[in-house]
T-cell receptor, first 117, second 113 residues
Framework: DAGVIQSPRHEVTEMGQEVTLRCKPI?????LFWYRQTMMRGLELLIY????????DSGMPEDRFSAKMPNASFSTLKIQPSEPRDSAVYFC???????????????FGAGTRLSVL | EDQVTQSPEALRLQEGESSSLNCSYT??????LFWYRQDPGKGPEFLFT???AGEEKEKERLKATLTKKESFLHITAPKPEDSATYLC??????????????FGSGTRLQVQP
């Protein structure tokens, strides 16, 4: 498997614009996680899904952030409108309830570096 | 609230100079403690999971240990390719089977040849 795939790798946008980040989890994984990483706050969980259903969105900072998982192979994280303080690296990760990965081993994508000017 | 504190923030070693990284945690009930490695421009890569005090895991030059309050990542005779940021994370035990991880801020390790 190619691993967790995120796109785009880099995104530069202006304040107020809508931003959509995309993620394709590892095939067969039933958990999907969105994280944000900054120098100040480190790696923070934003939201996670199980079988395409959002389970915990307590980390979503504001209503400007929304996440969807329309099917088992695709998820989006949307920021509307974007602000400079949203600048960070956003990671997607996936895991499985089965086998070794039942121990909640999460596999991360390469991330999307977002810069909001 | 679950908390994870890693020390030191940064560590510079000479090749072959062994050392340890620390991860102190506060969690209502520990379901698992995870170590990840992160290279610049990449996502975290899983290394180890520990579940109970006294448990140890090894992989090449790395050994992770766990007590009731902290975990150590021991690096024996490191090589320059071990240079990376090492992240520690905890998963709290909850009946709902919650899978959220709380990460520490990491230790940035640099191994010089």
């Amino acid at each position: 498997d190619a691993g967790v795939i995120q796109s785009p790798r880099h995104e530069v946008t202006e304040m107020g614009q809508e931003v959509t980040l995309r993620c394709k989890p590892i095939s067969g994984h039933d958990y999907l996680f969105w994280y944000r990483q900054t120098m100040m706050r480190g790696l923070e969980l934003l939201i996670y899904f199980n079988n395409n259903v959002p389970i915990d969105d307590s980390g979503m900072p504001e209503d400007r952030f929304s996440a969807k998982m329309p099917n088992a192979s695709f998820s989006t994280l949307k920021i509307q409108p974007s602000e400079p303080r949203d600048s960070a690296v956003y990671f997607c990760a996936s895991s499985s309830r089965w086998g070794v990965e039942a121990k909640n081993i999460q596999y991360f994508g390469a991330g999307t570096r977002l810069s909001v000017l | 609230e679950d908390q994870v504190t890693q020390s030191p923030e940064a560590l510079r070693l000479q090749e072959g100079e062994s050392s340890s990284l620390n991860c102190s945690y506060t969690v209502s009930g520990l379901r698992g403690l995870f170590w990840y490695r992160q290279d610049p421009g990449k996502g975290p890569e899983f290394l180890f999971t520990l579940y109970s005090a006294g448990e140890e895991k090894e992989k090449e030059r790395l050994k992770a240990t766990l007590t009731k309050k902290e975990s150590f990542l021991h690096i024996t005779a490191p090589k320059p390719e071990d240079s990376a940021t090492y992240l520690c994370a905890v998963q709290a035990y909850m009946d709902t089977g919650r899978r959220a991880l709380t990460f520490g801020s990491g230790t940035r390790l640099q191994v010089q040849p």
